[in-house]
């Protein structure tokens, strides 16, 4: 079968020809995958930067965020059926764990990741475990249920910072900043404010009719983003683009009692003056990470079901699976919001 795979440590990501696989273990499901998006997380693996090249071990199939449909079914698996179409969080949690029995399989530390520590969906078939499956409602297009993993980042940024009422600034115009700006706007936000250097990101942005775009390379950035808040400043701010500048800047911009949500990830240690932007302002510095088993998945089919005007915005690009090439390049220029490569080309169906 066709996938696509990180071959060998070194930048890049490469076509591969994989036996296709045996049939699901107990407690596994094998999914014929239609459709699957690029994620930041891919191009990390793309980019071979010090966290993948500390985590991967090469050759491993990558990308973990799709629909498909089950075509097997293993033993002591209950509740599915073939030819149902599904998607899957894609955090393996060990189910045995304190974090795990207490609700918060999202930060169980013996998490293993599908595309990142098992064989990824960026493939024909991909084996996912039956608990990580979640059913498709027939309304949601395959194009949107591709892209559940990183509408839940930003729904559970959204949920953990409470906006409603409160003037929300997203640092960061990537598909995660793209769709935690449209759902903070549904949540009764204020304002949204989203902060974007690139300006194809900045235009997408635009189009969801948030109160302001601002470019932080802007001289008037600081200005416009007081103007919207009455003056104040926002009182929320949500951290996805990993940068220490950026996170520095909207610290300081940020109303004193803001909470800080932070999802990006820096590529080292940030430097920061806690005393002066975090403890005398009585900030709340909170860590988002994946997705809460299984509230967020509630909370995104809700959303999608409500809103694919506002996905179909932010997903830009539909591309057939062998061309994953000009998707990481269109990643790479950030001249694109959330990228769906379609596995179901070679049947001449069309993802929709
Ligand atoms: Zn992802
Ligand atoms: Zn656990």
């Known amino acids: 079968m066709f996938t696509i795979a990180k071959a ?11 036996p296709t696989l045996s049939a699901p273990g107990r407690g596994m499901v094998m999914v014929d995958v239609i459709a699957a998006g690029i994620c930041g997380t891919d191009y990390h693996i793309f980019a071979w930067d010090q966290w993948s090249a500390g985590r991967i071990k090469t050759p491993m199939t990558i990308g973990h965020e799709f629909v498909g449909r089950i075509s097997a079914i293993g033993e002591d698996v209950t509740g599915f059926e073939v030819g149902e179409r599904v998607s899957a969080e894609c955090h393996i949690a060990c189910g045995q764990c304190a974090l795990c029995r207490t609700g ?10 599908i595309g990142v520590d098992v064989p990824g969906a960026f493939a024909e078939q991909v084996l996912v475990p039956a608990t990580n499956l979640w059913k498709v409602p027939d309304a949601i297009p395959n194009k ?6 990183p509408v839940g980042n930003a729904m559970h940024m959204v949920s953990i910072a409470d906006v409603t009422s409160k003037d929300v600034l997203i640092v960061g115009g990537g598909p995660i900043g793209l769709f935690a700006a449209a759902i903070a706007k549904a949540h009764g936000a204020r304002t949204v404010t989203l902060q ?3 300006q194809s990101r900045g235009a997408i942005a635009s189009s969801l009719g948030l109160d302001l775009v601002v470019n932080p390379r802007d001289p008037d950035c600081v200005s416009n983003i007081l ?7 926002p009182n929320v701010v949500l951290e996805v683009s990993g940068n220490g500048a950026a996170l520095n800047a909207a610290l300081d911009i940020a109303a004193p009692g803001s909470l800080v949500a932070l999802l990006g990830i820096p590529g080292g240690p940030v430097s920061l003056d806690l005393g002066g932007k975090v403890v005398m302002k009585g900030i709340s510095l909170v860590g988002v990470t994946g997705r809460r088993m299984f509230e967020t998945w509630f909370q995104v089919e809700a959303f999608m079901l409500k809103n694919p005007d506002l996905i179909d915005k932010v ?10 090439d000009r998707g990481f390049q269109l990643m790479d220029d ?19």
């Open 8 to 18: 060998k440590p070194e930048r890049g990501i490469w076509a591969s020809d994989q």
């Open 104 to 113: 918060n399989a999202h930060i169980c530390e013996k998490t293993q990741i």
């Open 144 to 149: 949107h249920a591709a892209v559940f993993d």
């Open 196 to 198: 974007e250097p690139n």
């Open 227 to 233: 103007d919207v808040t009455g003056g104040r400043g």
């Open 315 to 324: 997903v830009t690009h539909v591309l057939p699976a062998k061309e994953f």
């Open 334 to 352: 950030g001249a694109c919001g959330k990228v769906v490569l379609d596995f179901q080309t070679s049947e001449l169906r069309e993802v929709v």
